[in-house]
Nanobody, 114 residues
Framework: QVRLVESGGGLVQAGGSLRLSCVVS????????MGWYRQAPGKQRELVAR???????NYADSVKGRFTISRDNAKNTVYLQMSSLKPEDTAVYYC????????WGQGTQVTVSS
């Protein structure tokens, strides 16, 4: 069964923090790199962070130094710690493998107020 369940979003003031979690079915998680993606209104979905099975990470320039991706391979879970949030971080956040599979979860809404 394919499953991607994101959680942890919410409304936060600029400068605040949130921690997102995503539980992933084994068929997707496997030994694959995982990523966090986001889609803001009227914009295309973009990759913001990715992590290999072994823990090597890579970030989009817009979030570098503020976001931290991690994974718990025993729990098929990937996390995104977001700090120093900005209004431009407002989006629906999704997790998926990298490169992404064609199926997506429902995402979790992050709204940053100024």
């Amino acid at each position: 069964q394919v499953r991607l369940v994101e959680s942890g979003g919410g409304l936060v003031q600029a400068g605040g923090s949130l921690r997102l979690s995503c539980v992933v079915s084994s068929i997707i998680f496997g030994l694959k790199p995982m990523g966090w993606y986001r889609q803001a209104p009227g914009k295309q979905r973009e990759l913001v962070a990715r992590i290999t099975w072994g823990g090597n990470t890579n970030y989009a320039d817009s979030v570098k130094g503020r976001f931290t991706i991690s994974r718990d391979n025993a729990k098929n879970t990937v996390y995104l710690q977001m700090s120093s949030l900005k209004p431009e971080d407002t989006a629906v956040y999704y997790c998926n493998s990298f490169p992404s599979e064609p199926y997506w979860g429902q995402g979790t809404q992050v709204t940053v107020s100024s």
